[in-house]
């Protein structure tokens, strides 16, 4: 994700002025004006940089061939086969168009709401050894208490890498906050860039869904095609890592 992304979300999703934008990520008032212009008139897209950007592309799906992988996709499914991009390829060809790569289908298929994800199911006992399998795959967050010698209780919200344990930032407050969340979360993908997944419990800073709506973070993750999970309620042991950090840290 450019860092150019990140500006324009941390403006609309965190509540950030343009001039703490500027002063976090380094960039001028008079461009992230322009960049939050280009998003109001193209969305995400369109506040790469242009010189990137292409103004159009030779490999761009025709409203034809989108319009005809949908169909394919709706037709094999109620004839009871295979609808798969991988099913839907050969039919493409057979028809002359110039079929794209499955990817592709697939990314059609979502896009048009056709493909919902399901995890896949797996033995009860796996979730207590979960491991992601690399760095930045998921991360975990939480927030503990901590008494001050003054006698201030605070709060200390941390993100930690599922993978290798590392601990990608601690920073405490008075109040953890849903902003404050959003605010950490960002300053760890500018250093480390994004995950593929986060892990939480459902404390009302990290999720909404209890009460059937969504909040800044999730919001946020939804814009950025992150993968949100919540532990099961009372079961602290799925982020078990974190924890036990939390436990090291009060000794």
Do not use: C
């Amino acid at each position: 994700m450019s860092k150019q992304r990140v500006v324009v979300l941390s403006i609309v999703h965190q509540g950030l002025t343009v001039t703490e934008a500027a002063r976090t990520h380094g960039f001028s008032r008079a461009h992230i004006y322009t960049l939050l212009k280009r998003y109001q008139e193209g969305g995400l897209d369109a506040v790469e940089p242009q010189s990137s950007r292409p103004k159009s592309s030779p490999h761009a799906l025709s409203d034809e061939l989108r319009l005809r992988i949908i169909q394919l996709r709706i037709h094999l499914d109620a004839e009871g086969l295979d609808h798969g991009p991988e099913s839907i390829q050969p039919f493409l060809t057979t028809e002359g168009f110039t079929a794209p790569s499955t990817s592709t289908i697939r990314r059609v298929l979502h896009q048009a709401g056709l493909i919902t994800p399901e995890p896949k199911k797996r033995p009860k006992s796996s979730f207590l050894s979960f491991e992601a399998d690399q760095p930045n795959e998921t991360w975990q967050s939480d927030f503990t208490h901590w008494s001050l010698a003054d006698g201030r209780d605070i709060e200390i919200i941390n993100w930690l890498d599922d993978h290798s344990r590392k601990l990608l930032s601690i920073t405490a407050y008075d109040r953890i906050t849903g902003p404050i969340v959003v605010e950490t979360f960002t300053a760890n993908i500018n250093k480390y860039g994004p995950p593929q997944s986060t892990l939480t419990d459902n404390g009302v800073v990290y999720t909404a869904r209890f009460t059937k709506g969504k909040n800044a973070f999730e919001y946020f993750l939804a814009e950025l095609g992150i993968v949100q999970k919540n532990g099961k309620p009372y079961h602290p042991q799925t982020q078990g890592k974190i924890e036990r950090f939390h436990q090291t840290l009060k000794k």
